[in-house]
């Protein structure tokens, strides 16, 4: 009996991190699966990045975005669902960024414009980004050479996109394919209790809270993330 090819695996990452952010999921995924991640780069809005995103994507596939990925994800199931054959949504949110958050954003954008890059990265955004683990300092570094890597022009763009994002709570309760809710259960950037409200608004949506992992679990535990995605990618659409 002839089997159907396994659809592509899009993968957005996280705010100033790239493809090796997926680095264990592209390797236990690509054997069997065409596996791309996108670039969050060149646009100032949700909705800029989306549209980049589906003029380069393949006709369907599965979607899986972590953090800023996932609110990205979340814009493509608003403009294009029937595209999307699969949807895990990873360390992320669904709600309108507060007043406060936003402004809070500006001193950052003006200290990264002014060179500050690697400072803002190291005092304000990392040290809310993992639990407490061996690798710790390893995956720090990583996401510090990831940000590095995309540069102030990426900070102040994907800063900008995610101070003016749409709440997605209406798109979510709209989701008619299988869905993945999954995070870090020391997450506490986005925490668990944001990821039950996204279970509980998604028709049908699993959640998988990854023990020992806070905002970066593929890394984090990559192992488990993988068992989960694998059996979440197993469910037919």
Not at 184 to 197: A, I, M, T, V, Y
Request: proline letters at 8%; a negative charge; charged letters at 20%.
């Amino acid at each position: 009996m002839n089997t159907a090819p396994a659809l592509p695996l899009l993968l957005i990452p996280g705010m100033m991190c790239d493809a090796r952010l997926f680095a264990p999921q592209i390797a236990a995924f690509s054997s069997h699966r065409s596996v791309m991640v996108a670039n969050l780069t060149g646009q100032e809005t949700i909705a800029g990045f989306a549209e980049d995103i589906l003029e380069n994507a393949p006709p369907r596939f599965a979607l899986a975005g972590l953090s800023m990925g996932g609110i990205v994800a979340m814009e493509i199931m608003a403009r294009a669902p029937e595209r999307v054959s699969h949807l895990a949504l990873l360390d992320t949110n669904p709600l309108a960024e507060p007043l406060e958050r936003a402004r809070a954003r500006l001193p950052q954008i003006e200290a990264v414009q002014a060179g500050g890059l690697r400072r803002i990265m190291r005092d304000e955004m990392k040290p809310n980004y993992l639990a407490d683990g061996p690798r710790v300092g390893e995956i720090l570094d990583l996401c510090m050479e990831m940000a590095e890597a995309l540069g102030a022009e990426a900070f102040v763009q994907q800063s900008c996109a995610l101070a003016t994002r749409p709440d997605q709570m209406e798109t979510l309760a709209q989701i008619a394919v299988p869905t993945l809710v999954l995070c870090g259960s020391e997450d506490g950037l986005c925490p668990p209790e944001r990821h039950r409200l996204m279970r509980d608004t998604i028709p049908g949506a699993h959640l998988d809270i990854i023990e020992g992992a806070g905002h970066l679990p593929t890394l984090e535990q990559p192992d488990r993330t993988n068992a989960a995605l694998a059996s979440w990618l197993q469910r037919p659409c």
